[in-house]
């Protein structure tokens, strides 16, 4: 049974991945979202305060696979994840842990987007952040290696497939 998280939970998703309404696309249902802890969201648009309809988002039991972008070929291991259906496409978010560095994984992911011929729109240490098409991809990785744990890297990818 799927479980729905509210719009907060995908509000830093969404600048992150960059693909926020603009205030033209702005639905203009008078229905409020609320947030985890049960407040009304506004969110704004050209009149004031209205909201976007369906913010909610389901939660993966098992991870999804991408197009374009094929599983990491080290050790990983799926953690969790949410799907949100939107009108301009599916945004997916999937953790993952990994027995390899974070360094090694993060250059795994730049060099798989470039042979998959995404556009790299940035990169740093921790982050790559992409686009294909009508769609975008954002990988980030965390070094857990200090942790007692086998795992040496937390990743999260926010992947938005576009109609």
């Known amino acids: 049974m799927a479980r729905k998280i509210s719009i907060s939970t995908l509000v830093l998703l969404e600048l992150i991945v960059g693909w926020s309404m603009t205030a033209a696309q702005a639905n203009t249902d008078e229905t409020k979202p609320v947030s985890m802890t049960g407040q009304p969201i506004a969110r704004p648009d050209r009149k004031g305060m209205v909201v976007a309809k369906n913010m909610d988002a389901d939660t993966l039991t098992n991870k999804v696979d991408l197009p374009n972008l094929p599983d990491f070929t080290g050790?990983?291991?799926?953690?969790?994840?949410?799907?949100?259906?939107?009108?301009?496409?599916?945004?997916?978010?999937?953790?993952?842990t990994a027995k390899q560095d974070s360094k090694l994984v993060l250059d795994w992911y730049l060099n798989t987007l470039n042979m998959y011929k995404w556009k790299i729109n940035y990169n740093d240490a921790q982050c790559i952040n992409s686009k294909l098409n009508n769609s975008t991809c954002a990988v980030l990785v965390q070094d857990i290696s200090g942790q007692k744990t086998p795992y040496k890297t937390n990743i999260e990818i926010n992947y938005f497939l576009g109609k």
Not at 75 to 96: D, I, M, P
């Open 75 to 96: 050790q990983a291991k799926f953690v969790s994840g949410l799907v949100h259906q939107a009108e301009r496409g599916t945004h997916y978010v999937q953790h993952f």
